[in-house]
């Protein structure tokens, strides 16, 4: 059995949320270097991310999977960027993920600083 890459992502989280997506279709799938980025988060983007991976006889129905846009399934009673009526504006994934690179970034800055 050979497996392939169908889609890489920046946050274990991300990766495990595709996965449920193609289990919940019959389509098993693996979440690779999620614990290796979970403890060094920094070498992500030079690993290639969390990758998840498929069997290679599953590969097209599962790009396929993943690419649908199912944004219709959202309640609409809810405005973009909510997770409620009560919550307030939610900031996207992708800003919280590049502002917390940014502090952890000036973090090992400031103690290489400090240190020497």
């Known amino acids: 059995m050979s497996w392939v890459t169908v889609a890489r992502y920046s946050l274990p989280v991300e990766a495990h949320m595709a996965r449920a997506r193609l289990d919940s279709e ?3 799938a693996v979440v690779v270097d999620e614990h290796t980025i979970g403890m ?24 396929a999977i993943l690419e649908e846009d ?3 399934l ?3 009673s ?3 960027g909510q997770a409620s ?7 996207p994934l992708s800003r919280l993920v590049e502002t917390r690179r940014r502090q952890g970034f000036f973090m090992a800055f400031l103690f290489w600083f400090i240190g020497s």
């Open 26 to 28: 019959g389509i098993e």
């Open 40 to 63: 060094q988060w920094l070498f992500s983007d030079a690993m290639g991310g969390v990758r998840l991976q498929v069997e290679e006889a599953q590969e097209d129905r599962a790009r």
């Open 85 to 91: 009526r009560d919550c307030g504006e939610v900031p």
């Open 70 to 72: 199912r944004s219709d």
């Open 74 to 76: 959202v309640d609409e």
């Open 78 to 80: 809810i405005a973009p």
